[in-house]
């Protein structure tokens, strides 16, 4: 008999010269054949170009297509067969919908799917973080957003997304979406404009409230409320209000990683968005943590090659002492198992690890190992590294911190539940 790993892939095949004409640009045509897959074991809409056929006749014709070989009995059974190997699979019967924006390695989708949500599309650009979010989701993501029409994408509850912080032209705040057009906003923006979701989560670096003295958020804000969302930041502010007002009220949404769990000082703004009128108030969730501990995500017998050189050692610190006499705080951080918690940790942490070291007894201290980087952002145990530590360092270190956003995710759920 054969494996369900083997009869997974024979049922793909099948299925791929069909799924040709429907992939865009920049995409694989794995791609579309895992979101076709997973959202017939889960029961939803399929991606597809429309202008070709709709998601209910492909569903059918797939069906009928896999019932022959007998790969699909049931959706019961056909879940069983698509999620077989995947430990980070949603539940058979999910609660919600979203799609999966700049998604890096998932965590963002972690954090949602630990709550009840399926994932029915997934947009990522960068190649290594497509295969470690295949290798921990079963599904491929689709490429490049900007190639991407947003019409093809299916209906979804929740848009999530961490979109890189790009300024905007000065031009702006006349001609509403448009004003973005060029940033890789405009594609969230032009995807929430036409399926038009209930919530939508998205998340950014601290810096985007300073960021061009606030008038990055602003066009942001402005933007997003023109299109009939809001979010805790009343409209009257986002379009009378001087910058300061909305600044000082952006803050109330940055959370820190610290207070969830988890040891690193970690700060992001995280907006959460509702469709006009469905909501009042979006409450934030409230710290969750008694204190934390470096401790808790070291390994109790690190790899020695994680010791860094004399030579790194001491280039940190002549650099500290530099920065120090001229007055910039910047420098290396060292912590040890005692220590409440680590410095922000980077994409750039596979250079030289200078923002996390972790002191060593009678030694040079050590860079931390990619599995303690994916602790540091709350990943569990059971998520698969990149087999390269280069790519998993910067894969962390460009992550959300998945309690942060579980937390998040609970309350928008218990929001949906009272709506719907």
């Known amino acids: 008999m054969k494996k369900k790993s083997d009869l997974l892939s024979s049922a793909k095949k099948l299925i791929e010269p069909l799924a040709i004409s429907h992939t865009p640009e920049d995409t694989q045509v794995g791609a579309v054949v895992d979101q076709w897959f997973h959202a017939l074991a889960t029961n939803n809409e399929f991606y597809c170009d429309n202008s070709l056929d709709s998601s209910e006749n492909l569903k059918k014709q797939i069906r009928s297509t896999l019932k022959k070989p007998e790969f699909y009995q049931n959706e019961a059974q056909f879940y069983n067969l698509v ?69 093809h994408i299916p209906s979804h509850d929740i848009l999530i997304g961490g979109f890189p912080c790009q300024p905007f032209s000065h031009a702006g705040l006349k001609l509403g979406v448009e004003d973005t057009r060029g940033t890789l906003f405009h594609n969230i923006a032009k995807i929430l404009e036409l399926k038009k979701p209930k919530f939508a989560l998205l998340e950014n670096v601290k810096g985007l409230i300073s960021n061009d003295k606030g008038y990055t ?24 209000g001087t910058t300061k007002e909305i600044q000082n009220l952006a803050k109330k949404m940055v959370l820190k990683s610290v207070d969830f769990g988890v040891p690193q000082n970690r700060q992001r703004i995280y907006i959460v968005l509702w469709r006009d009128g469905l909501i009042n108030k979006f409450e934030y969730p409230l710290i969750n943590s008694d204190g934390t501990k470096v401790g808790n995500i070291l ?41 409440p918690y680590t410095n922000t940790i980077s994409a750039r942490y596979y250079k030289d690890g200078s923002e996390v070291l972790v002191e060593q007894s009678g030694k040079n201290p050590r860079k931390i190992s990619p599995r303690e980087a994916a602790r540091l952002q709350g990943f569990p145990e059971n998520f698969k590294l990149s087999d390269s530590n280069v790519q998993a360092y910067k894969q962390f270190g460009n992550s959300v911190t998945v309690p942060v956003v579980s937390a998040l995710a609970k309350k928008i759920q218990g929001n949906l539940n009272e709506i719907n």
């Not at 965590?107 to 599309?121: H, I, K, P, S, Y």
């Not at 997003?224 to 930041?233: H, K, V, W």
């Not at 001491?314 to 002492?321: D, W």
């Open 299 to 339: 390994e109790t017998n690190p790899d020695p090659k994680l010791t860094i050189s004399d030579r790194l050692w001491a280039g940190h610190k002549r650099r500290k002492q530099e920065n120090k006499k001229n007055g910039k705080g910047f420098g290396y951080g060292i912590v040890n198992a005692d220590s």
């Open 83 to 151: 999620f077989d190997n995947i430990e980070l699979k949603p539940d058979l019967y999910p609660k919600f919908t979203f799609i999966d924006l700049f998604a890096g390695i998932g965590g963002t989708r972690l954090g949602f799917q630990q709550n009840g949500g399926v994932c029915v599309f997934s947009s990522e650009f960068d190649k290594h973080a497509q295969n470690t979010y295949k290798n921990n989701y079963g599904e491929l993501p689709f490429g490049d957003i900007t190639l991407i029409n947003p019409e």
């Open 217 to 240: 958020l602003r066009v942001i804000l402005k933007t997003l409320t023109d299109i009939g969302y809001s979010c805790n930041i009343p409209k009257e502010i986002i379009n009378e």
